[in-house]
């Protein structure tokens, strides 16, 4: 009799651990978890955005001392966009979100006009330095774009689990202090196409 209410009692607790394996409770931390590592990526690659400025700063004051307002403004803009910083922690707080945004696109805005500024030096296109420093910046910033995606989806992800059932019971119950995750949005200028004048 013994054996047979053990028996049962593994059957029982088996199968309630099948059960609650399938049933979405731990999709939110992983979700959750997944969004955070995202966001890290997206840190990481604005970092390494951050670095390769003084170098193409830099190579390019070399051949363009009069072209200080731009270089300053580059320089200004990289200190703003460094000062601002996002851990995971903050990336349910939409404002917060948006501050790091607007001083990242400054920092791309300063970097457009520098890169605008080589056109007016051919030595300076011609230098295998600006050159390297130049692709450098255009690869950082295609992989600034994948991470945002990526981190846009992650957020989605985690957000549509805290409302969709089942993981909205476990949102509701076990897991209440679970707050969306700010998306990036685009800028009010990046609506309008930009001009390009010769």
């Known amino acids: ?26 999709t939110i931390p992983t979700l959750e978890e997944g969004a955070k590592a995202r966001w890290a990526e997206v840190q990481a690659q604005y970092q390494r955005r951050a670095d390769l400025i ?7 004051q070399g051949y363009a001392k009069q072209e200080k307002e731009v270089l300053t403004s580059v320089a200004e803009a990289r200190a703003k966009a ?40 051919p030595d300076l296109k011609s230098n295998a330095n600006f050159l390297a420093l130049q ?15 990526d981190y846009i989806e992650a957020a989605r992800d985690y957000n549509l689990a805290l409302r969709t059932f089942p993981t909205l019971v476990w949102a509701k119950t076990l897991f209440a202090d679970a707050k969306p995750m700010a998306e990036f949005t685009a800028s009010d200028a990046a609506q ?7």
Request: net charge positive; proline share 3%.
């Open 135 to 149: 692709s450098q910046l255009e690869g950082t910033e295609n992989r600034i774009n994948v991470a945002r995606r």
């Open 82 to 121: 460094t000062q601002i910083r996002i851990d995971a922690s903050q990336l349910t707080d939409p404002e917060k979100v948006k501050q790091f945004q607007e001083a990242q696109a400054q920092l791309s805005g300063a970097l457009g006009r520098l890169l605008a500024v080589s056109e007016a030096y």
């Open 1 to 26: 009799m013994m054996f047979l209410s053990r028996w049962r009692f593994f059957v029982v607790v088996a199968f309630l651990g099948l059960s609650v394996s399938g049933c979405g409770y731990n």
């Open 54 to 60: 003084p170098n193409l700063v830099a190579t390019v």
């Open 192 to 198: 309008s196409a930009p001009q390009v004048k010769f």
